[in-house]
């Protein structure tokens, strides 16, 4: 067992407070990570607050991680000490279901093993997350991360990033088609920079008229405000796709009236129920409603590749681990634009 | 113009009644059929009480129609005076929009002309359907009907034939795939039927473990009673597909359970908004919910070539039309199985 440091909070209410734990010594297939940066994802404030009533404690949240690699177990492969590599949502899976031997691990029908508030495979030991100094992951759930990148603005591909890419690709984005992002924030900016970069013509849909200016900057062709009747009524059953980023429960039939003949909407953010769906709104025009939970791990290095390409990364505020709990308050207000990365240097 | 009867509602709390009208002279594109059998649907009944908030009156309802051509215009190349020809719930669509173009014009972007309760494209007359002794329709809109299979039996097939044929369709049903067929109705009776056909593994979804013997007779090959959570259990992440026929709202979240990865449930029968969706319930196996609305005139016709190899009709009550209005109320309470047809001989 390896001595490691990093921020957790104790239960529901606790701030997050420095933490000492043991990480496994990497076995044969194991790759040991010093991580460098953390991203902060909204969904580590749910988990610690116990929003979707499946928390364990004590919990050290972080699953947007890149780093250096300093061991490798015998059998690694891949990487090799000094190598950058990242690790997101999940650290394992069963390997052999139906979902696994498709490259969707994410959708492991024995569960994947989530990167934190969860517990190893093969023992009821808490898994610990990327708020700390190291990490211990099967090479198959870790990634190589582009050496062109700006590393720290990486750090929020390994969620938000592919949480956004993945049902870009699986609704075949593309040029020709009009792509509408519903949300700016975490993920809503990065998936308008992949919309973008597939070659689509993309419309950032918002409430707020203000966030325009930057979401143009970040490659939207055209905004439109959906608090803004005439502007709704203009796109009306004109999208190919909507890309759904609200991460709470909302009324998504003025959104299903955007989208044209057989249209699908991608839903990402949002785990609790939506307001009811009229059926209608899908029965006239074949729409469809999915949802999309991360990617897999091939995926996830197809996404980091395609960024390295592109040259994409996120747009991210940087913040020391000693203000991670301010970070967690200005989060909660959407006060972020549109990524904290936690510098983990600053865990001295 | 030439005299026709037939029955009509004269508002939302009327009756069906004996009722005059005149209908057009066939024009050029015109085939004139004499209606031998028009099936009832329930979204008749709907139409008649005002349900949807749409209906015109004095309103013939009607869109299950077969019969005999006794007419055709200069221009008409398929039908002949002697055809047996089939009208479903269109009669019209503006045929140069984009969903016209791609065979689907019951999304027509002008709107399709609904066979009743609409008005002809080009003047704001009523269209009357086919609870009356004949119909003028533009060839287009007609279909042919194999000569080999129980006529009165096909009337049905209009409208619940081809609002379950299309989606199965769409979702590729075929060998290997298990598809479940939520509700045994009108429509739900055929689902089960053309899922079978296609070579599905075809599992009857109901909340009545007295429907399952017929179910099987149908062509089901297993029953799920939705009200056992055992039952429930045992199929859960199971389902390739399933066609959700429900007419009114209701709560997919346990239906959404039963589908695989990657798994899609098509609605068709309900119009008004439906209980609110959980979002992990499609996010977490990148489930789908996508409507379906009858299909497109080829569709349509593929789908009558279809029953005709297959040997496919409904299972069908015959009814005249003086007892019209207590076939209605048997509809009402589920008391039909699974579709009342009108002898249009009746009429006198």
């Given at each position: 067992?390896?001595?490691?440091?990093?921020?957790?909070?104790?239960?529901?209410?606790?701030?997050?407070?420095?933490?000492?734990?043991?990480r496994?010594?990497?076995?044969?297939?194991?790759?040991?990570?010093?991580?460098?940066?953390?991203?902060?994802?909204?969904?580590?404030l749910?988990?610690?607050?116990?929003?979707?009533?499946?928390?364990?404690?004590?919990?050290?949240?972080?699953?947007?991680?890149?780093?250096?690699?300093?061991?490798?177990?015998?059998?690694?492969?891949?990487?090799?000490?000094?190598?950058?590599?990242?690790?997101?949502?999940?650290?394992?899976?069963?390997?052999?279901?139906?979902?696994?031997?498709?490259?969707?691990?994410?959708?492991?029908?024995?569960?994947?093993?989530?990167?934190?508030?969860?517990?190893?495979?093969?023992?009821?030991q808490?898994?610990?997350?990327?708020?700390?100094?190291?990490?211990?992951?099967?090479?198959?759930?870790?990634?190589?991360?582009?050496?062109?990148?700006?590393?720290?603005?990486?750090a929020?591909?390994?969620?938000?990033?592919?949480?956004?890419?993945?049902?870009?690709?699986?609704?075949?984005?593309?040029?020709?088609?009009?792509?509408?992002?519903?949300?700016?924030?975490?993920?809503?900016?990065?998936?308008?920079?992949?919309?973008?970069?597939?070659?689509?013509?993309?419309?950032?849909?918002?409430?707020?008229?203000?966030?325009?200016?930057?979401?143009?900057?970040?490659?939207?062709?055209?905004?439109?405000?959906?608090?803004?009747?005439?502007?709704?009524?203009k796109?009306?059953?004109?999208?190919?796709f909507l890309?759904?980023?609200?991460?709470?429960?909302?009324d998504?039939?003025?959104?299903?009236?955007?989208?044209?003949?057989?249209?699908?909407?991608?839903?990402?953010?949002?785990?609790?129920?939506?307001?009811?769906?009229?059926?209608?709104n899908?029965?006239?025009?074949?729409?469809?409603?999915?949802?999309s939970?991360?990617?897999?791990?091939?995926?996830?290095?197809?996404?980091?590749?395609?960024?390295?390409?592109?040259?994409?990364?996120?747009?991210?505020?940087?913040?020391?681990?000693?203000?991670?709990?301010q970070?967690?308050?200005?989060?909660?207000?959407?006060?972020?634009?549109?990524?904290?990365?936690?510098?983990?240097?600053?865990?001295?």
């Amino acid at each position: 067992m390896a001595h490691a440091h990093g921020y957790a909070v104790k239960d529901a209410q606790s701030p997050l407070v420095p933490f000492q734990f043991e990480r496994r010594e990497p076995g044969p297939h194991d790759v040991c990570i010093d991580i460098l940066y953390c991203g902060i994802c909204h969904s580590d404030l749910h988990q610690a607050r116990d929003d979707w009533s499946n928390s364990l404690y004590p919990m050290v949240p972080g699953h947007e991680i890149v780093g250096r690699v300093t061991a490798v177990g015998a059998h690694v492969k891949k990487y090799k000490v000094g190598d950058l590599a990242g690790v997101g949502c999940m650290v394992g899976s069963c390997r052999h279901c139906s979902a696994c031997a498709a490259d969707l691990e994410q959708y492991c029908e024995e569960g994947a093993t989530w990167t934190y508030n969860g517990t190893e495979r093969n023992s009821d030991q808490l898994t610990f997350g990327g708020y700390s100094d190291h990490i211990v992951v099967e090479e198959h759930f870790v990634v190589k991360v582009p050496e062109n990148l700006d590393l720290k603005a990486v750090a929020p591909l390994l969620c938000a990033g592919i949480t956004t890419y993945s049902p870009l690709r699986y609704v075949k984005a593309g040029p020709g088609q009009k792509i509408g992002v519903i949300g700016l924030g975490g993920l809503g900016h990065m998936g308008v920079k992949f919309a973008k970069a597939m070659g689509a013509h993309v419309v950032m849909i918002t409430t707020s008229p203000d966030k325009g200016k930057d979401a143009k900057r970040l490659g939207a062709d055209e905004i439109l405000v959906s608090r803004d009747p005439t502007d709704m009524h203009k796109h009306a059953n004109s999208f190919d796709f909507l890309l759904n980023t609200i991460p709470v429960g909302h009324d998504v039939n003025p959104y299903l009236g955007l989208l044209k003949l057989d249209g699908k909407m991608g839903m990402v953010g949002v785990l609790t129920p939506i307001d009811p769906v009229i059926g209608g709104n899908l029965i006239f025009g074949r729409k469809s409603l999915f949802g999309s939970g991360i990617g897999g791990m091939a995926e996830t290095q197809e996404m980091l590749d395609f960024c390295g390409q592109h040259n994409i990364v996120a747009d991210v505020e940087m913040v020391s681990i000693k203000d991670v709990n301010q970070a967690w308050h200005r989060m909660e207000k959407n006060d972020v634009r549109y990524r904290f990365v936690i510098d983990m240097a600053t865990l001295g």
